[in-house]
């Protein structure tokens, strides 16, 4: 069984620019994650989607991030525009009940960096 | 609100050493507890987790932590560091395996 994908692994783009993130989760995992990790620190909550719908989206740092996943299938997340801060690794997970709960698988990660 | 705090952001053993990771953490609610390893350019691997029953859980590679609740720890422990531990570990908290609060991590290096 395939695990958490996630392109690009690694993006360099110049402040101002665009960058979109895909994440493919495991095959018919409802649950996607999305978390960040800046500079070292703690590993970040971003967002949270049930299938389509976004459960919870407290973690989003500002309106520069747009998250979708179309169809409950993968999800896509874009930064629009870029800014220095936001250099980081993004990271995707997905889960799905297994009677002790959930338990999130992770992608490799997204490195963005942002010149 | 759920926090973790993990003691030692870099943590040095020789090998064959034991190791030894601090996890505390606080939590409302009953927590799910998880340690995650993230090797070089990898993405974060599951080591183990708590969710009910017996307090001592045991992981791959060796690992094995153990849930105390009146000291609110999590300490992931090996008996005998290998050159291959060498990675950055997280202790992660979450209510039901939703909403995960992780620590900071903690790099292990391991030391000929």
């Known amino acids: 069984e395939a695990g958490v994908t996630q392109f690009p692994s690694h993006s360099v783009i110049e402040k101002g620019q665009t960058v979109t993130l895909r994440c493919d989760p495991i095959s018919g995992h409802d649950n996607l994650y999305w978390y960040r990790r800046v500079m070292g620190k703690e590993i970040k909550f971003l967002l949270h989607f049930v299938k389509e719908s976004k459960q919870d989206e407290s973690g989003m740092p500002n309106n520069r991030f747009l998250a979708e996943r179309t169809g409950g299938t993968y999800s896509t997340l874009k930064v629009q525009p870029a800014e220095l801060e936001d250099s980081g690794v993004y990271f995707c997970?997905?889960?799905?009940?297994?009677?002790?709960?959930?338990?999130?698988?992770f992608g490799p990660g997204t490195r963005l960096t942002v010149t | 609100a759920q926090s973790v705090t993990q003691l030692g952001s870099h943590v040095s053993v020789s090998e064959g050493a034991l190791v030894l990771l601090r996890c505390n953490y606080s939590s409302s609610v009953p927590p799910y507890l998880f340690w995650y390893v993230q090797y070089p350019n990898q993405g974060l691997q599951l080591l183990l987790k708590y969710t009910t029953g017996a307090t001592l859980v045991k992981g791959i590679n060796g690992f094995e932590a153990e849930f105390k609740k009146s000291e609110t720890s999590f300490h992931l422990t090996k008996p005998s560091a290998h050159m291959s531990d060498a990675a950055e570990y997280f202790c992660?908290?979450?209510?039901?395996?939703?909403?995960?609060?992780f620590g900071p991590g903690t790099r292990l290096s391991v030391l000929p």
């Open positions: 992660a908290v979450s209510d039901y395996g939703q909403n995960f609060v």
């Open positions: 997970a997905s889960s799905q009940f297994s009677g002790f709960g959930y338990e999130q698988y």
